[in-house]
Nanobody
Framework: QVQLVQSGGGLVQAGGALTLSCAGS????????TGWFRQAPGAGREFVAG????????YYADSVKGRFTISRDNAKNTVYLRMDTLQPEDTAVYYC???????????????????WGQGTQVTVSS
């Protein structure tokens, strides 16, 4: 079965950086669209970044564009989210998600992704 295992995250001061990892089994990321989402307390799940099967097409929420970078290592079947210049408003639980049937127009919609990681907490202190 498909399993996404996340690692990384933690507590960092404002202006700092973190990298999240999402390792897949039972799924090949190079044949899927993979996204990162986040959910702050009391809020809905928000799209952060996405990467298409090609690996060369990446997409970002306006709030993180220029600060976050999504990438993929096909040999390790792992997707990463590098987060730079973190701000307190980036505090949330971060999730990776993947699916083979995610179309471009729906890439930012959480309900399009059938498989999800367990989530990892990112806390940015001011």
């Amino acid at each position: 079965q498909v399993q996404l295992v996340q690692s990384g995250g933690g507590l960092v001061q404002a202006g700092g950086a973190l990298t999240l990892s999402c390792a897949g089994s039972g799924v090949t990321f190079s044949r899927s669209t993979t996204g990162w989402f986040r959910q702050a307390p009391g809020a809905g799940r928000e799209f952060v970044a996405g990467i298409r099967q090609s690996g060369t097409h990446t997409y970002y929420a306006d709030s993180v564009k220029g600060r976050f970078t999504i990438s993929r290592d096909n040999a390790k079947n792992t997707v990463y989210l590098r987060m730079d210049t973190l701000q307190p408003e980036d505090t949330a639980v971060y999730y990776c998600a993947t699916g083979t049937g995610v179309i471009l127009s729906s890439l930012r919609r959480a309900e399009q992704y059938p498989y999800w990681g367990q989530g990892t907490q990112v806390t940015v202190s001011s």
